[in-house]
């Protein structure tokens, strides 16, 4: 089917982008059917899924066309135009042959097609039908779901927990647990009944242990407690230690 290139966009553009670049995609094949693009030219080494290949939306696509045709003389602005459908403007035969678009994306991919393969190309049936499919689907899909309820707002926490899996699910803590490592806290906020609880059991055990140091180096009562010294049993009796 022949279409303007000043007419071209969306799929279509992208696909005779392309073509245009030198990359070949083979409709008759009954394996590939046009849904691949070998950007060598030939069925042998790399190729890239048309759905997959959109430089009229993709700067990193889309961009590296432009990149070459800077080397070439691209002159590509803004129109004075007003319109939004003209809002670019792309050319590399300065001051002929202007071609506009939404975006530099667009402007200056028509003009890559205009100068690889002319003012009309020629668009396959197939690649046309296939469009038209995709885009029935996508409205179909749009009317299934008009009829249905809009989904009810999921807290943040529990959006977080699902995004993790069912790992996180099944370790989650209830809202009163206190977390696994507790941090300390800011000055001026409460400390937890198990922490302070925690603390306190360490600082008896240290109490009882320099006590015993003390008792087996024969220290004075008010000498600098010897933290390190070993503690035999029979000098911890008589004294309680708290596990």
Not at 211 to 231: K, L, Q, S
Request: net charge positive; proline share 10%; glycine share 8%.
């Amino acid at each position: 089917m022949q279409m303007k290139t000043s007419e071209l966009s969306g799929p279509v553009l992208a696909y005779m982008a392309a073509i245009a670049e030198g990359w070949t995609c083979y409709w008759t094949d009954s394996a590939e059917q046009g849904d691949w693009l070998h950007p060598s030219g030939t069925p042998h080494g790399q190729r890239v899924h048309r759905a997959s290949f959109r430089p009229d939306l993709d700067w990193s696509q889309g961009g590296t066309v432009i990149d070459r045709m800077m080397d070439e003389g691209l002159h590509l602005i803004r129109g004075p135009s007003g319109k939004p459908e003209n809002k670019c403007r792309a050319s590399l035969d300065w001051p002929n042959g202007f071609y506009y678009g939404p975006t530099p994306l667009i402007a200056a991919l028509r003009c890559r097609v205009a100068s690889k393969l002319g003012a009309e190309v020629d668009v396959p049936d197939e690649l046309l039908a296939l469009v038209d499919r995709e885009l029935d689907g996508s409205s179909h899909h749009d009317e299934a779901c008009a009829g249905e309820p809009a989904p009810r707002p999921v807290p943040r926490q529990a959006a977080a927990r699902r995004r993790q899996g069912p790992v996180a699910l099944a370790g989650a803590r209830a809202p009163g647990d206190l977390p696994r490592t507790v941090r300390r806290p800011h000055r001026g906020h409460p400390i937890p009944q198990e922490r302070k609880e925690a603390f306190d059991r360490r600082r008896a055990a240290v109490v009882v242990r320099s006590a015993a140091a003390h008792a087996a180096a024969d220290r004075p009562p008010g000498a600098r407690p010897c933290r390190n010294a070993p503690v035999r049993a029979d000098e911890c009796r008589g004294l309680v230690a708290i596990r």
